[in-house]
């Protein structure tokens, strides 16, 4: 199991390569995995992130995604029908996603080649919206890198949210590296 310190040592490193202009859109995106009992220490801790991002030259933004469902579903019109019976919750997924990939796209935008994007929260969308397609939507629109912070596990290229489901394949480069290789 890597330590807080571990894993910021590693982004330390990983944020001080040269970028390349060139890299496919899988390499600029960049997954902080942790265990799940980190989470509160990662998210209080992103400032040191920020500063390391800082020193090696490159802009830094940020969004948290912890509050971000409480706070649509509480706006959506069929809040109160939803309370009612939220298993018409499933139906509400596809709408979901596309608002968050919408706030993604909104915080990409305002990012140049040299700036880091980073996401925290993602644990929060777990059974509402699934990370790996997140990514897939707005990997092509990251001009710079998108840092996405999660709390679970990754072992031979396969990530997996809070340790819960099936896991999904993605080319990201792992923060910490994958020593399962």
Known sequence: ??????ILTAYIK??????AADVPPAGRIWVVWYEKSLQSKFTGRLG?????????????????LSPWFGKWIAQHEFFDALVEQPKELRGLLPEIEDSIVLLLKQALDACSPNDIL????????????????????????????????????????VYRLLDARDGWNYHAIPIPPDNAL
Do not use: Y
Request: proline share 4%; glycine share 16%.
């Open 14 to 19: 990983q944020v001080g390569l040269p970028w």
């Open 118 to 157: 980073a996401v925290d929260g993602c644990g929060s969308l777990f059974g509402v919206a699934r990370i790996s397609s997140l990514i897939s939507r707005v990997a092509d629109l990251v001009p710079g890198r998108l840092l996405i912070g999660f709390p679970g596990k990754h072992a031979g290229g």
């Open 1 to 6: 199991m890597n330590t807080f310190d571990d």
């Open 48 to 64: 040191d992130f920020e500063q390391a991002t800082l020193k090696a030259g490159h802009g830094w933004h940020q969004i948290n």
